[in-house]
Every structure is written in structure tokens, then in C-alpha cells.
């Protein structure tokens, strides 16, 4: 079992910046991937960015590209989002996810959600216009 423990949410003014954190509890497991994800109630899921453990690449969703940043720290197992000029529709729960499954080729696959294998609880950002 893997927990991932999501900090760093919280209410914003539009045009400001917000870093997320994600940690993911050590046990005996490989990580490949991680990913963040977001959703607001009656929405789908929509992917915000993914980084691949084995080589730092990343992706992106069309909508964050360029004012969110992705990074890992390897030896904290820990994901950031850095989010920054952000926008009132970027108000929903962003939850982190982990593969320790499988490797991904393409780095398209980072946006599948259906690549992970852990979620965390989510943390709630707002961002107020």
C-alpha cells in the first residue's frame, strides 16, 4: 500500500502563484511516474501535469502549459506543482497519483489517468478572481 499526502492548497487571488506537494510513503516499490490531476463537482477529471521518475520528462494539460511547473526531489519521493499567474478556473481539488507499476514509453501516457495505481486524498485550491 502506498499513501501520498497532497499539501500546499488554499485560497489565492487570481495572478498569484501556489507550489503543491505531494509525498508519497517510502515502502519496498519503484516509482515511474507521478501525475497531478484536478477536478471540480460535475466535471471530469482533467490531467494537469505528469513527470516520469526514470528521466525528469514531463507533460502537461493544453491549459496549464506555461504557467505550471512539474518537478520530483528523488530522495524525499515528492512531487511539486508549482502554479503560477493563476486564473479563477483553475479553482478545483487537485489530487497527485502514482505509478509503480510499469514504465511509461511515451510521455503522452502521463496523462492517462488509468496509468496510476495510487491517488492521494486531494487538496482544495481556490482562486478568487
Known amino acids: 500500500q502506498v499513501q501520498l499526502v497532497e499539501s500546499g492548497g488554499g485560497l489565492v487571488q487570481a495572478g498569484l502563484s501556489l507550489r503543491l506537494s505531494c509525498a508519497a510513503s517510502?515502502?519496498?516499490?519503484?516509482?515511474?511516474?507521478m501525475g497531478w490531476f484536478r477536478q471540480t463537482p460535475g466535471k471530469e477529471r482533467e490531467f494537469v501535469a505528469g513527470i516520469r521518475w526514470g528521466d525528469s520528462s514531463t507533460y502537461y494539460g493544453d491549459s496549464v502549459k506555461g504557467r505550471f511547473t512539474i518537478s520530483r526531489d528523488n530522495a524525499k519521493n515528492t512531487v511539486y506543482l508549482q502554479m503560477n499567474s493563476l486564473k479563477p478556473e483553475d479553482t478545483a481539488i487537485y489530487y497527485c497519483a502514482v505509478d509503480v507499476s510499469r514504465p511509461l514509453l511515451l510521455t503522452t501516457g502521463l496523462s492517462r489517468g488509468y496509468n496510476y495505481d495510487y491517488w492521494g486524498q486531494g487538496t482544495q485550491v481556490t482562486v478568487s478572481s
Open positions: 517510502r515502502r519496498t516499490f519503484s516509482t515511474y511516474a
